[in-house]
């Protein structure tokens, strides 16, 4: 089982401010298969990121995805005040289905 | 414009069953599979399981096999996600999800409390 240990496990940022969120997996990955998804307070996920850098449907260019192999990351490159809210990634390759702990991002 | 919407809240005491459906639209139902997944209290998102709508197939996560059921209606297209002998620590947030570069739609979300 491929396990993924995100960090920090809390940020604490100002509106405006670059967030980097690091997503480790327990072993080597296919970035093909590493999403990042954005949860606010009584609300589902949201698919953020596929393929480690591959933006979702509507999602805006100041998120972006990098990396390979078993290191990960998110990037705000600006933060909005909608962006703060936990973000988790996720592994969904070789018919496994593993998620981070999430980071929540706070101001 | 695709939707997922799950049923409503659900309460439970301990060694019932639930069944909470998923009824999807705004897509053709059998081109996509369907996970279900749920998230306890502050928790994270634990996977759960998948359907092929199409041929009705499907694989569990071994920590649910032996309790849980995912079935579909095509004719409504509607997936449904039975759980059995229910116990305080099923008390979570169960969500169905669409799969398409991973999950890309996401139901509200069904809240389930197993309480005596």
């Known amino acids: 089982e491929i396990v993924l240990t995100q960090s920090p496990g809390t940020l604490s940022l100002s509106p405006e401010e670059r967030a980097t969120l690091s997503c480790r997996a327990s072993?080597?990955?296919?970035?093909?298969?590493l999403a990042w998804y954005q949860q606010k307070p009584g609300q589902a996920p949201r698919l953020l990121i596929y393929?480690?850098?591959n933006r979702a449907t509507g999602i805006p260019d100041r998120f972006s995805g990098s990396g390979s192999g078993t290191d990960f990351t998110l990037t705000i490159s600006r933060l909005e005040p909608e962006d703060f809210a936990v973000y988790y990634c996720?592994?969904?390759?070789?018919?496994?289905?593993?998620f981070g702990l999430g980071t929540k991002v706070e101001i | 414009q695709v939707h997922l919407v799950q049923s409503g809240v659900e309460v439970k005491k301990p060694g019932a069953s639930v069944r909470i459906s998923c009824k999807t639209s705004g897509y053709t139902f059998t081109n996509f599979y369907m996970h279900w997944l749920r998230q306890a209290p502050g928790q994270g998102l634990e996977w759960m399981g998948i359907?092929?709508?199409?041929?009705?197939?499907?694989r569990y996560a071994h920590k649910f096999q032996g309790r849980v059921t995912m079935t579909r209606d095509t004719s409504t297209s509607t997936v449904y996600m039975e759980l059995s002998s229910l116990r305080s620590e099923d008390t979570a947030m169960y969500y169905c999800?669409?799969?398409?570069?991973?999950?890309?739609?996401w139901g509200q979300g069904t809240l389930v409390t197993v309480s005596s």
């Open positions: 999800a669409r799969e398409m570069a991973s999950f890309d739609y």
């Open positions: 072993q080597s990955v296919s970035s093909n298969y």
């Open positions: 996720h592994y969904y390759g070789s018919s496994t289905y593993s």
């Open positions: 393929a480690a850098s």
């Open positions: 359907i092929n709508p199409n041929a009705g197939g499907t």
